[in-house]
């Protein structure tokens, strides 16, 4: 019988029917505990905002299994040696798929002058079709090849770049200059790491076409606010909807909250949902018993 610990106290209301489940599905005997022996847990479930921060006592632990689709909050943890995991769920990768296309469907039809329009001005401008409207994805992994895909059923013509090569998509510096001087819409799904941090910096907005769209459900560092603010302000670009910041909540008194061309999501784009994640821990469980590759294992190297 494996004793897997439940490590992340706030979501044990979600989790505590819905795993056990997922893993009698999936064959597992095992008994789901929120406290334990360190030296008798077989997995760990976690969230990095877990009070567990020191793994050293866990010598029998065979891998850590993130809640979260980000790690950057665990990677580092130097007590932290065990195989770690991130969570690529289904639900998660459908919520942010509807997110980003809901915004880039906003945008490219400009629908805030019809649903804000206390002039009762009648403009009959229509915008140009989807397939007149190039978009970029900074992050090609689960969750950016998703939104491309949908957005490439409605016929946007989209740029992907990634960090390293992959194909079909540009990459490295070159690649990233290239990927932003056509993007009308720019989507940003990077993950956190020191390399990605402040991507988009004054010199890099610059490259935008003047007036594109900015949407990031990625990660809040990945733009340099005081650049950002400062190329809305004059023009370069034309809206910024953003669901993560560097602190969150946002601050009330940030400036992102009262400007015109500014649009603050609550870190709503994506969730990870119960029901389906379940069923990668316990598939990821089953995996480790079974001396198989674990899903979605991180690359400490590469800090995703």
């Not at 580092?76 to 809901?102: A, F, K």
């Not at 020191?194 to 733009?223: F, H, Q, S, Y």
């Amino acid at each position: 019988m494996l004793t897997v610990l439940f490590a992340a106290p706030s979501l044990w209301p979600e989790y505590r029917d819905t795993l056990p489940q997922a893993l009698t599905e999936a064959g597992i005997a095992a008994t789901l505990v929120t406290e334990a022996d360190p030296a008798a847990v077989d997995y760990i479930v976690y969230a990095p905002a877990s009070p567990l921060q020191d793994f050293t006592p866990y010598t029998r632990t065979k891998a850590v299994l993130n809640l979260w689709a980000g790690v950057e909050r665990i990677v580092g943890n130097p007590t932290h040696t065990q195989p770690l995991t991130r969570m690529v769920d289904p639900g998660l990768t459908e919520g942010m798929v509807e997110w980003v296309v809901g915004h880039s469907l906003r945008h490219h039809l400009g629908m805030d002058r019809h649903i804000v329009n206390p002039g009762h001005v009648w403009d009959p401008t229509c915008p140009p079709l989807a397939r007149e409207r190039p978009v970029t994805i900074l992050g090609m992994g689960a969750l950016g090849s998703a939104c491309a895909t949908a957005l490439r059923a409605l016929n946007f013509p989209v740029t992907g770049w990634s960090r390293t090569p992959k194909p079909g998509n540009l990459h490295g510096e070159d690649g990233l200059r290239q990927a932003l001087s056509t993007a009308q819409i720019l989507i940003t799904l990077l993950p956190k790491t020191p390399e990605t941090e402040n991507l988009l910096n004054a010199d890099r907005l610059a490259l935008l076409p003047k007036g594109a769209v900015i949407l990031n459900p990625g990660r809040g560092p990945l733009i340099d606010d005081d650049a950002l603010l400062a190329a809305l302000d004059r023009g370069q670009i034309g809206h910024a909807t953003l669901d993560v910041f560097r602190v969150e909540p946002l601050p009330q008194d940030h400036p992102y909250w009262t400007h015109p061309n500014v649009t603050v999501t609550p870190h709503i784009a994506a969730d990870t949902r119960a029901i389906t994640s379940s069923k990668v821990i316990a598939e990821n469980i089953r995996r480790g018993e079974a001396g198989e590759p674990l899903l979605h294992l991180v690359d400490r190297r590469l800090g995703y």
